[in-house]
Nanobody, 120 residues
Framework: QVQLVESGGGLVQPGGSLRLSCAVSGFTLDSTVISWFRQAPGKEREGVSLISRDGYTYYADSVKGRFTISRDNAKSTVYLQMNSLKPEDTAVYYC??????????????WGQGTQVTVSS
């Protein structure tokens, strides 16, 4: 059974950092694309970052240079290190697997989401 569980969200001041984790089960990390999406109130879900089966990483322009995606195959966990956080990064963050690019409709498996709030 495929399962994704996010953790690590919380309240942080502008300029601060958080590390999100996505623990997966039911498949290996090098068998599919894993992506992070986020959804702010009143906005569509948007792709933030993804890591390919071969370990290549991609970032949305809005987070490039501030966020880093990585994975630990032994722990079956994907991470999103978020630095220099801005209020506009406030959203529920989701990890997803089995899709293509940043097209949320093409992802089959989703976690439950974790709230990130950037505020002073």
């Amino acid at each position: 059974q495929v399962q994704l569980v996010e953790s690590g969200g919380g309240l942080v001041q502008p300029g601060g950092s958080l590390r999100l984790s996505c623990a997966v089960s039911g498949f290996t990390l090098d068998s599919t694309v894993i992506s992070w999406f986020r959804q702010a109130p009143g906005k569509e879900r948007e792709g933030v970052s993804l890591i390919s089966r071969d370990g290549y990483t991609y970032y949305a322009d809005s987070v490039k240079g501030r966020f880093t995606i990585s994975r630990d195959n032994a722990k079956s966990t994907v991470y999103l290190q978020m630095n220099s956080l801005k209020p506009e990064d406030t959203a529920v963050y989701y990890c997803a697997a089995g899709g293509v690019g940043y097209d949320a409709q093409r992802y089959n498996y989703w976690g439950q989401g974790t709230q990130v709030t950037v505020s002073s």
